[in-house]
């Protein structure tokens, strides 16, 4: 099994790395805010994993300013980086995945500068990004956008060094993102621990799935469910995959460009031997693959010995696709339609504003200075 050190950036980094800690992965907390740092589970990330890296004399937190994030970083990167190689040196790592949620300060703008430089340092990176939900402020949401475009920029330029991506769509959770997190995460840590299995037809083994990342740009690995009864077609597992795609927590990707697939389908014990089954699982396997017709794919079918387990179960992982430019280009619409919203919220305090200076005006008047034509037969006030 690959080892990957799984290291948080930020509050939201910092809760994904705790989750992958929780599932028995080695995990880094790196924050600029110890508040943030002190309700982590010390059993996930031991105390010495736990970095503070806030610029001297600064106030704790970096807010919603990338700015501080970016440079309270950078000014730590040394005892960062020497943090983590102390911890992982006997760990054999194969590759360290950066987590942050873009948008706010430390995550945001901390995550780039740690990834140029385990690069530097001739290390293979992966990273894991979330965007923020409709709901989050613009100021959030642009943070984001210039984040994103700017690492994919850098990521892109490369041409010497593969830094694959995962990118979370925050919209796409109805409940909780701590939940969220969670389900993201046993996702991830199920399919690394099906490849240690032993299947009975072929292995997809490391250096198959360490091939699979080689290929630059968006990943996203699905868990989908198949009834035995809907195998009796070819298209069973690929109508499960779309729609688990289309519920699934990723930023919008394009299965049909992805450069590599690994679909690993693990069938039930008590009906794995049964006569037929294996010849249809491997139907709707070729069905699949014709999803992504340039990949490099690789198919595998495991028993599942748990007797409690009466449905197919299938991991697709899909790499090398496009950067989600659909999802930058409609937060960006909505980030302007919130700017020139807030511009005329603005206008219009102002131009009532203009106008209760305009009445204040023409109330502003001298008692002593006003002809009073009073009629010579009227009666004194006192």
Known sequence: MLNFVHIGIGQCGNRIAEQFGKNGKLAFAINTARIDMSGIDNKAIAPKNQIHIAL?????????????????????????????????????????????????????????PLMQHLVSKGHKVMLGMT????????????NAIKALTNILTIVDADRQNIVPYVVIDNEQFDGGLASANELIVKDFVRFTKTTTNIPADSAFDDTDFARLLSYKGLVSVVRSTVEKEAL??????????????????????????????????IVPQK????????ELVNDNITYVEEISPQANAYSCIYENKNENISNIIV??????????????????????????????????????????????????????????DEDENSSPLF
């Open 56 to 112: 001297s004399g600064n106030k704790d937190g970096a807010g919603r300013n990338p700015d501080i994030g970016r440079e309270s970083m950078e000014a730590n990167l040394d005892k960062v980086y020497e943090s983590i190689m102390k911890a992982t040196k006997d760990e054999g790592v194969d590759r360290y995945v950066l987590w942050a949620g873009l948008g706010g300060g430390t995550g945001t703008g901390g995550i780039a």
């Open 131 to 142: 965007i923020p939900r409709k709901k989050e402020s613009w100021i959030v949401r642009m």
């Open 232 to 265: 009796k077609g070819t298209d069973a597992f690929a109508k499960a995959i779309r729609e688990s795609w289309k519920r699934s927590a990723f930023a919008k990707f394009s299965p049909e460009d992805a450069l590599g697939v690994a679909n690993l389908v």
């Open 271 to 278: 009906f794995y031997r049964q006569k037929g089954v294996y």
């Open 315 to 372: 991991y697709t992982l899909l790499t090398g696709m496009p950067s989600p430019e659909d999802n930058l280009n409609e937060m960006y619409d909505e980030v302007s339609e919130q700017i020139n919203e807030t511009k005329e919220r603005r206008r219009e305090l102002k131009r009532n504003e203009l106008q209760n200076q305009e009445k204040y005006r023409a109330l502003d008047f001298d008692p002593n200075n006003i002809d009073m």
